[in-house]
């Protein structure tokens, strides 16, 4: 079956613009998670969305907002981009059921690159 | 938040056994243990997880102390093509957030 797809995969964007990411989990998977992975802070944790409802926040600014899809399919909204956004965003999708060990299966992430 | 400490590199020799130990002494009991590992600007790729029993699949073994304290990953023979980054991950609560800490960088050599 397919896999995380994650588009685009490469992205250049200028200080202050905004910038939407795109995540088509796992078909039958209802989570959807977003990880920002820099060389210094590593992978951090943004949010998940789970039926269309945002069930877990990380520490991240207000700049930074997602949403999920009847589909399922997530997007991520990062406005007012600063320098400190560069980074690969990982998304990851799982069957979402609390209280059960079920794992995630990542994409190959968006690379972002803000000049 | 259930925390995991994992030394910062290995070296292993091609063909041979990695083990990759793992600390996680606050663990709760219906915490799990997950093992993903990060080959260069991918996405991080599942592995193996457990509970309190040993596990295995075909990629790895998963071995967990009793007091499940901590766990070792094994990968039985090890190929250059398992150079990563391996994170070892203690799943907190019941939301579907993992803490990634820094990693073991394995390096597989020739």
């Not at chain 1, 992430?109 to 000049?115: A, E, K, M």
């Amino acid at each position: 079956k397919a896999g995380v797809t994650q588009t685009p995969r490469y992205l250049i964007k200028t200080r202050g613009q905004q910038v939407t990411l795109s995540c088509s989990p796992i078909s039958g998977h209802r989570s959807v998670s977003w990880y920002q992975q820099t060389p210094g802070q590593g992978l951090q944790f943004l949010f998940e969305y789970f039926s269309e409802t945002q069930r877990n926040k990380g520490n991240f600014p207000g700049r930074f907002s997602g949403r999920q899809f009847s589909n399922s399919r997530s997007e991520m909204n990062v406005s007012t981009l600063e320098l400190g956004d560069s980074a690969l965003y990982l998304c990851a999708s799982s069957l979402g059921d609390r209280g059960r060990d079920y794992g995630y299966t990542f994409g190959s992430g968006t690379r972002l690159t803000v000049v | 938040d259930a925390k995991t400490t994992q030394p910062p590199s290995m070296d292993c020799a091609e063909g041979r056994a990695a083990n990759l130990p793992c600390n996680h002494s606050t663990i709760s009991g219906n915490e799990y243990v997950y093992w993903y590992r990060q080959i260069h600007s991918q996405g991080p790729q599942y592995i193996i997880h457990g509970l309190k029993n040993n596990e295995t699949n075909e990629m790895a073994s998963l071995i967990i102390t009793e007091d499940r304290k901590s766990s070792t990953l094994i990968l039985p023979h090890a190929t250059l093509r398992d150079t990563a980054v391996y994170y070892c991950i203690v799943r907190t609560d019941n939301f579907n957030k993992f803490y990634f800490g820094s990693g073991t960088k394995l390096n597989v050599k020739p």
